[in-house]
């Protein structure tokens, strides 16, 4: 096995993802930059690349079974492990989303990326994590979905607006994270959620306060754990988030 380290990051075209990729690659990882448009996908890799990242390209479309089992496949040949995993991908749906007044399918569609899309990959990249000395999952969640904070008397300053859609896809997405966390004890796979905090990206129509490199800290952070690094934490850079 070579010396180094490959991640795979989905959505890594824009946003916070591509950031993450930049920033593992400036770590020295070779970085698949796992995105669902060629056009998008084609120009990150050679954007990453010109900064003297080891970038390659993976067609990936996480709500895409046959796309999902493509992407493991190119990975398998082209490095034959996996070090991390980062579940970036992900959608808001749109707003407003009011519950009594959301369209159902809306829901679907946000669970279907957001929760269903990192089950999907993740269970079909187990099998090359599994084959890394020291595998780690990173599932990009938000502390919107934090239930603590959601029923806390700040909940409009710490979660932001009603979002029945998207915040519960995140509340989704920890509890089940969790349990991966419970499957996986005791594999050597780090499983950990985290927040990037509210970052300025076409996810929020670039409202956000924080610059995307900010936004991929903890989630590389998360990628590159020491062995005795946590697992089962939900984390943003201040911290440890409530559940
Ligand atoms: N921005 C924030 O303030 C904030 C806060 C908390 C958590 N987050 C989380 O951070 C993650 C990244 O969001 P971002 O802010 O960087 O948003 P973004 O700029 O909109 O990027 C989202 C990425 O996900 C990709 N994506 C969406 N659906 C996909 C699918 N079916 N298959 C593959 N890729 C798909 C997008 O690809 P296309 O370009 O093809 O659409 C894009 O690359 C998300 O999980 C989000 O929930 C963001």
Redesign the pocket.
């Known amino acids: 096995m070579s010396d180094t380290r490959t991640a795979l990051v989905?959505?890594?075209?824009?946003?916070?993802?591509y950031e993450i990729a930049a920033g593992l690659g400036a770590l020295g990882w070779n970085v698949g930059v796992?995105?669902?448009?060629r056009s998008?996908r084609e120009e990150a890799v050679a954007r990453l690349r010109e900064t003297g990242v080891d970038a390659f390209a993976v067609p990936?479309?996480?709500?895409d079974d046959d796309s999902v089992a493509a992407a493991a496949q190119l990975v398998t040949e082209r490095v034959g492990h996996l070090d991390a995993l980062v579940n970036?991908?992900?959608?808001t749906g749109g707003f407003p989303q009011q519950p009594s007044t959301v369209d159902p399918d809306t829901i679907r569609t946000v669970v279907e990326?957001?929760v269903i899309?990192v089950v999907r990959v993740t269970n079909v990249m187990l099998p090359l994590l599994r084959r890394s000395s020291a595998p780690r999952i990173v599932n990009?969640s938000?502390s919107v979905g934090s239930l603590t904070r959601q029923s806390g008397p700040d909940s409009e300053t710490t979660t932001g607006p009603v979002a029945v859609a998207y915040s519960t896809s995140k509340t989704f997405l920890n509890a089940v994270t969790l349990q991966y966390v419970r499957e996986l004890a005791g594999t050597g796979i780090l499983v950990n959620l985290a927040?990037?905090?509210?970052?300025a990206?076409?996810?929020?129509g670039f409202r956000?306060l924080r610059t995307?490199q900010q936004?991929a800290v903890t989630a590389i952070r998360l990628a590159t754990l020491p062995d005795d690094g946590p697992t089962g934490g939900f984390f943003e850079d201040d911290g440890v988030i409530p559940w």
């Open positions: 989905t959505g890594a075209n824009k946003g916070i993802g796992g995105a669902r448009e998008r990936l479309d996480v709500t970036n991908a992900g959608i990326t957001n899309g990009v938000s927040c990037p905090g509210f970052v990206t076409d996810l929020n956000g995307p936004g």
